[in-house]
Nanobody, 126 residues
Framework: QVQLVESGGGLVQAGGSLRLSCAAS????????MGWFRQAPGKEREFVAA????????WYADSVKGRFTVSRDNAKNTVSLRMNSLKPEDTAVYYC???????????????????WGQGTQVTVSS
């Protein structure tokens, strides 16, 4: 079956960096656009970043633009999110998602993501 497994979360001070990874199995990875979303306590899940099937297209939420970088390695079936200059407001559970439609990954809705990971916690202390 399809599995998306996130890793790399943790506790970091404001201004620090983290790199999240999402390992995919059970699907033809290069057929899927990949996205990162996050959900903070008491808030709705929100779009963070997405990347097209080949990696040629990338999209970011305004709140992370210039600080986060999404990338993928189709040979290793992985997608990564490099997060720099982290802020306390970046604290959330981060999820990766796979979708055959990149457009469905560029804003969160009930239609977003054919498959989801279980999430990884990122906590940024001030």
């Amino acid at each position: 079956q399809v599995q998306l497994v996130e890793s790399g979360g943790g506790l970091v001070q404001a201004g620090g960096s983290l790199r999240l990874s999402c390992a995919a199995s059970g699907l033809t990875f290069s057929d899927y656009a990949m996205g990162w979303f996050r959900q903070a306590p008491g808030k709705e899940r929100e779009f963070v970043a997405a990347i097209s099937w080949t990696g040629a297209g990338t999209w970011y939420a305004d709140s992370v633009k210039g600080r986060f970088t999404v990338s993928r390695d189709n040979a290793k079936n992985t997608v990564s999110l490099r997060m720099n200059s982290l802020k306390p407001e970046d604290t959330a559970v981060y999820y990766c998602a796979a979708d055959t439609s990149a457009s469905r990954l560029r804003v969160y809705s009930s239609d977003s993501g054919d498959y989801w990971g279980q999430g990884t916690q990122v906590t940024v202390s001030s």
